[in-house]
Nanobody, 126 residues
Framework: QVQLVESGGGLVQAGGSLRLSCAAS????????MGWFRQAPGEWRDFVAG????????TYADSVKGRFTISMDNAKDTVYLQMNGLKPEDTAVYYC???????????????????WGQGTQVTVSS
């Protein structure tokens, strides 16, 4: 059973920054792709960012491109999301996701990862 443990969420003022972390554990496990989704009240669960382990390729939703940066520590099976220039519309529950194989839909809005974290709340005040 794969477990994804998130940390780093919290309350921040508009224009501020946060860094989310997600550690993957459980055997057997080796993440091929990891990323982040988010869900705001009354909204669909939306893709935010993804990273592919082998080629260090990254993708981002248009709404966060240029503000958010995703990275991965392969040795620790940990993914990070550095969020800069936060806006009130970024307020949501952020979910860490992982796949053990790279799918054709990875890093896209229609991506359906196999594993999900419990979610961590990010609140951006205006």
């Amino acid at each position: 059973q794969v477990q994804l443990v998130e940390s780093g969420g919290g309350l921040v003022q508009a224009g501020g920054s946060l860094r989310l972390s997600c550690a993957a554990s459980g055997r057997p496990f080796s993440s091929a792709a990891m990323g982040w989704f988010r869900q705001a009240p009354g909204e669909w669960r939306d893709f935010v960012a993804g990273i592919e382990w082998r080629g260090y390729s990254t993708t981002y939703a248009d709404s966060v491109k240029g503000r958010f940066t995703i990275s991965m520590d392969n040795a620790k099976d940990t993914v990070y999301l550095q969020m800069n220039g936060l806006k009130p519309e970024d307020t949501a529950v952020y979910y860490c996701v992982a796949d053990q194989a790279v799918k054709n839909d990875w890093g896209k809005p229609g991506w359906k990862p196999d594993y999900w974290g419990q979610g961590t709340q990010v609140t951006v005040s205006s």
